[in-house]
């Protein structure tokens, strides 16, 4: 029973389109968060949610938009995609100020074409 | 500007031999520090964290030294085993409660030769 889950695990598809990245946490959770890992290997945040709310919003383009519709779920929207948003988008939830109970799914290896 | 630096790319140990693993970092606002452990096709999963006020975190083979005035951090494994090897994230947060956002260092490949 996977507690952080992310679909699709592989997301080959062309410039300009529009694809969505799903996150699912059943932890219990209040904290779920989008990183992004390029292709020199940084790991970067882009976003964090707290029960539903928008905690930290990193320097993103516009056309990256997460939504939460509960606090188990936290969903992640690319629109107009460009070759330079090739990477892995990890999802990650915590319990409030635990850093411990960090945990990560699997990973989505996107690749723009 | 890459606040968490991991210097090494790669690291072969024998098995049965200490594994030593560095991190440095250059914001000294950060107060919470952490080594994640990463397989191939898998998320980073949580192997030990260390708080400012302290300077060493044991848990059983893994332990992690602090050094905050070089702004140094490292996690030492001994004795090695082939399943350690994995790529190893060094992370750091600032401002904890209310702001669990981590820093990542690019990683450092650690290979146990049997």
């Known amino acids: 029973d996977t507690a952080v889950s992310q679909t699709p695990k592989y997301l080959v598809t062309q410039m300009g389109n529009d694809k969505s990245i799903k996150c699912e946490q059943n932890l219990g959770h209040d904290t779920m968060y989008w990183y992004k890992q390029d292709s020199k290997k940084f790991l970067k945040i882009m976003f964090s949610?707290?029960?539903?709310?928008?905690?930290i919003n990193e320097t993103v383009p516009n056309r990256f938009s997460p939504k939460s519709p509960d606090k188990a779920h936290l969903n992640l929207h690319i629109n107009s995609l460009e070759l330079g948003d090739s990477a892995v988008y990890f999802c990650?939830?915590?319990?409030?100020?635990?850093?411990?109970?960090?945990?990560f799914g699997s990973g989505t290896r996107l690749t723009v074409v | 500007d890459q606040q968490v630096k991991q210097n090494s790319p790669s690291l072969s140990v024998q098995e049965g031999r200490i594994s030593i693993l560095n991190c440095d970092y250059t914001?000294?606002?950060?107060?919470?520090f952490l080594w994640y452990k990463k397989y191939p096709a898998e998320g980073p999963t949580f192997l030990i964290s260390?708080?400012?006020?302290?300077d060493k975190n044991e848990d059983g083979r893994f332990t992690v030294f602090l050094n905050k005035s070089a702004k140094h951090l490292s996690l030492h494994i001994v004795p090695s085993q082939p399943g350690d090897s994995a790529v190893y994230f060094c992370?750091?947060?600032?401002?904890?409660?209310?702001?669990?956002?981590?820093?990542f260092g690019t990683g450092t490949r650690l290979t146990i030769i049997p």
């Open positions: 914001n000294s606002m950060f107060d919470y």
């Open positions: 949610y707290n029960n539903k709310e928008l905690i």
């Open positions: 990650a939830s915590s319990p409030r100020g635990q850093f411990y109970g960090y945990t």
């Open positions: 992370a750091a947060s600032a401002d904890g409660f209310g702001n669990e956002k981590l820093t």
């Open positions: 260390i708080s400012s006020i302290k």
